[in-house]
T-cell receptor
Framework: DAKTTQPNSMESNEEEPVHLPCNHS???????IHWYRQLPSQGPEYVIH???SNVNNRMASLAIAEDRKSSTLILHRATLRDAAVYYC???????????FGKGTHLIIQP | DADVTQTPRNRITKTGKRIMLECSQT?????MYWYRQDPGLGLQLIYY???????NKGEISDGYSVSRQAQAKFSLSLESAIPNQTALYFC?????????????FGPGTRLLVL
């Protein structure tokens, strides 16, 4: 899988939007952009994924740059429960397991 | 009830012992995975299985073996445990969908090798 680059940590205030960036300049045409998060003492959980178009679901939105070399996970209104490590992962359809980097540690201040 | 369960949740063992970690799923997925996570790092893939007759090595399979007893069960064994296998172990399942694949993770097994 191609490599992704994320900031080590970010801090935000409760009830404010959060924009988590991810750079993936070596992305190939068949790579899906996946986001997972890992809450403290839990296994990772799926957040969202997309290929070319922006995506929305009940948890978050995914904004994908036109050249697909970067993407942004958007939490529209952060809560304390959103404090977690967020992983941006590229994955080809039909490939083997996910390749996790260190992710971004999101801290939410009350 | 949890869709992906792991037993035990915590385990302490001694160097040289053989141990088995178990994973069960009720999601009906064909694909299952074992990952390990070291403190402060992301997950690394140990083994994966796309169906009962299919077993594949991941990036860090040395020192580990697996068994896919049924679609719902995937076990990870440490043949002779060593201290640097102390880690958090996660099982996951997935199914290929029309717009890509989503993985579902268990709660993890915390293993300490003394």
């Amino acid at each position: 899988d191609a490599k992704t680059t994320q900031p080590n940590s970010m801090e935000s205030n409760e009830e404010e939007p959060v924009h988590l960036p991810c750079n993936h300049s070596t992305i190939s045409g068949t790579d899906y952009i996946h986001w997972y998060r890992q809450l403290p003492s839990q296994g990772p959980e799926y957040v969202i994924h997309g290929l070319t178009s922006n995506v929305n679901n009940r948890m978050a939105s995914l904004a994908i740059a036109e050249d697909r070399k970067s993407s942004t996970l958007i939490l529209h209104r952060a809560t304390l429960r959103d404090a977690a490590v967020y992983y941006c992962i590229l994955r080809r359809g039909g490939a083997d397991g996910l390749t996790f980097g260190k992710g971004t540690h999101l801290i939410i201040q009350p | 009830d949890a869709d992906v369960t792991q037993t035990p949740r915590n385990r302490i063992t001694k160097t040289g012992k053989r141990i088995m970690l178990e994973c069960s799923q009720t999601k009906g997925h064909d694909r299952m995975y074992w990952y390990r996570q070291d403190p402060g790092l992301g997950l690394q893939l140990i083994y994966y299985s796309f169906d009962v007759k299919d077993i594949n090595k991941g990036e860090i399979s040395d020192g580990y073996s697996v068994s896919r007893q049924a679609q719902a069960k995937f076990s990870l064994s440490l043949e002779s445990a060593i201290p640097n296998q102390t880690a958090l172990y996660f099982c996951a399942t997935s199914v290929q969908g029309p717009v890509g694949e989503t993985q579902y993770f268990g709660p993890g097994t915390r293993l300490l090798v003394l």
